[in-house]
């Protein structure tokens, strides 16, 4: 029973170095000349016994004729195309290197192509199948038809089977597959989508990780947690240090991705029933389109940008004439009622004590009233109602 062979042919190399120095130092023949590459080959693992080539090896062997036969190349190939039956042929020969030089020195290749292919007599032209080649005979007609089942190439001295097209086939299909499933998980973070301006690919936003301690008792949570009420500003500010807090807590960027989480179920809850399209689209199932342009949107919102800035500017010109113009300052008008009725109570309680400084106030008033009374920096004679001259 044949051992199953665990390496494909098609992915093994062969060589015979002894082989090799056998055709040169007993044969005389010259370093993979063409008519060894039959006798070489015939010892590889690619070769197939039961071929016409391999009957006529096994001939050569108690037959000198034969021998001879087989070490010449032309004789070999003349006499397997006379038969019908699976031959081994040598379909192409090494040719000169590009390189003028060596090729003027005689320096090939070294690449002998070898065909397995089943050779028959031609039948019905008609029925013919197209991978089938056709061989002319002596006459130029068709005579045989040549149906191949393998490719092997030499190269050097090692001997190789060429891959089908099958195994190609398949290997750059295994290869698309792969880089597709490479593709799939990064082009499916790409995408964006928003009602006003559809499908958009921008690239992914790199967020700051946020590293999440143990959780501790209740009692550590609660001292580091942020205060109620505390919102970004604040935090950005400085006046709350949210990362200085006791027990390893949750970071601001994960409190705030709660914060929205749970406005954005509330509003979900509230409003479900509710929404507003930027852009609303049109049409029936199969023939949707939207109602405006990506232009005539981006239009819309710097309009409306351009409007809040404009009240905004007019809200803070008021506010700043405003400032600009100070009021008279006046004083209280408590003040003034309380001054004159303290005067008036002074003055009552002067009068029901009899002092001597509420009855010359008295007195002084009186005088004032009719008009007699002098001042009291003034002379009497000035204030008399006699002429200068009088007295002379």
């Known amino acids: 029973m044949a051992a199953v062979r665990s390496t494909p042919l098609d992915d093994e190399v062969w060589t015979h170095p002894a082989m090799i120095q056998w055709w040169i130092a007993e044969q005389g023949g010259k370093h993979m000349d063409e008519n060894f590459i039959h ?11 039961t071929s016409k080539n391999g009957l006529l090896m096994d001939q050569s062997k108690r037959d000198m004729n034969s021998w001879n036969m087989v070490s010449n190349r032309k004789e070999l190939e003349a006499t397997l195309r006379r038969r019908e039956g699976v031959e081994f042929m040598i379909v192409d020969t090494p040719q000169l290197v590009s390189d003028k030089e060596l090729a003027a020195q005689g320096t090939t ?16 032209p008609y029925l013919r199948p197209p991978h089938v080649l056709v061989e002319k005979g002596p006459d130029g007609k068709d005579a045989w038809e040549l149906t191949v089942l393998g490719t092997y190439y030499i190269v050097g ?39 006003a301006a559809g499908f958009h690919y921008l690239p992914r936003a790199q967020k700051a990780t946020s590293s999440l301690s143990v959780p501790g008792t209740p009692a550590r949570s609660r001292e580091g947690s942020v205060a109620p009420g505390t919102d970004d500003q604040s935090v950005r500010s400085g006046s709350v ?34 929404y507003i399209d930027e852009n609303p689209m049109m049409g029936e199932p199969g023939n949707f389109r939207f109602s405006a342009s990506n232009a005539a949107i981006k239009k819309r919102r710097a309009d409306e940008e351009a409007a809040a800035a404009k009240a905004k500017a007019e809200k803070e010109s008021a506010t700043t004439s405003r400032a600009a113009s100070p009021k008279a300052a006046t004083p209280p008008a408590v003040f003034t009622e309380a001054a004159k009725t303290t005067g008036k109570e002074k003055i009552k309680d002067g009068e029901r004590r009899g002092s001597k400084k509420s009855d010359k106030a008295r007195r002084k008033s009186r005088v004032i009233a009719s008009g007699s009374a002098t001042s009291p920096t003034t002379p009497g004679s000035a204030t008399s109602t006699q002429a200068p001259n009088s007295a002379l």
């Open 109 to 124: 290749t070294g690449i002998y192509v070898i065909r397995k292919q089943d050779r028959q007599r031609v039948s019905d």
């Open 39 to 49: 006798r070489y080959f015939s010892e590889s693992p690619f070769f197939d016994w």
């Open 157 to 195: 001295e090692n001997v190789l089977q060429a891959p089908s097209v099958y195994d190609i086939i398949s290997n750059r299909l295994l290869t698309s597959s792969a880089s597709l499933n490479k593709l799939f998980p990064i082009a499916s973070s790409l995408p964006r989508y928003t009602p």
């Open 241 to 274: 240090q949210a990362e200085s807090r006791a027990g390893g807590t949750m970071s601001s960027a994960t409190l705030k991705d709660m914060n929205s989480l749970k406005q954005s179920l509330v509003d979900a809850i509230e409003f479900a029933d509710e």
